[in-house]
């Protein structure tokens, strides 16, 4: 069975940074790209970034490309979310996905549980 396990989640002040994990288990997932969406309370699920599965090519969304960083390792079959420069709006569950590359929810097959990032001002 296909398992995401995020963490890295946290309570950190304005300004501060996080990491994020997510560690895939049951196949690999070297030929698939990985990526990361969030949602905050009554929103939808927002898209963060994205990375390929050979780590060559990675897209971000507008608001998160000069302060966050994806990358990921196929040896662990891990992917990675670097945070900084954190906001309170950037206050969301955050989950991770294995599927194709791109930012739609539709593309991703299989998702984590999500970890809960909290940014106080």
């Known amino acids: 069975q296909v398992q995401l396990v995020e963490s890295g989640g946290g309570l950190v002040q304005a300004g501060g940074s996080l990491r994020l994990s997510c560690a895939a288990s049951?196949?690999?997932?070297?030929?698939?790209?990985m990526g990361w969406f969030r949602q905050a309370p009554g929103k939808e699920r927002e898209f963060v970034a994205t990375?390929?599965?050979?780590?060559?090519?990675?897209y971000y969304a507008d608001s998160m490309k000069d302060r966050f960083t994806i990358s990921r390792d196929n040896a662990k079959n891990t992917v990675y979310l670097q945070m900084n420069s954190l906001k309170p709006e950037d206050t969301a569950a955050y989950y991770c996905?294995?599927?194709?590359?791109?930012?739609?929810?539709?593309?991703?097959?299989?998702w984590g549980q999500g970890t809960q990032v909290t940014v106080s001002s």
């Open positions: 996905a294995v599927g194709g590359f791109g930012g739609t929810p539709e593309l991703y097959n299989y």
């Open positions: 049951g196949r690999t997932f070297k030929n698939y790209a």
């Open positions: 990375i390929s599965w050979g780590g060559g090519m990675r």
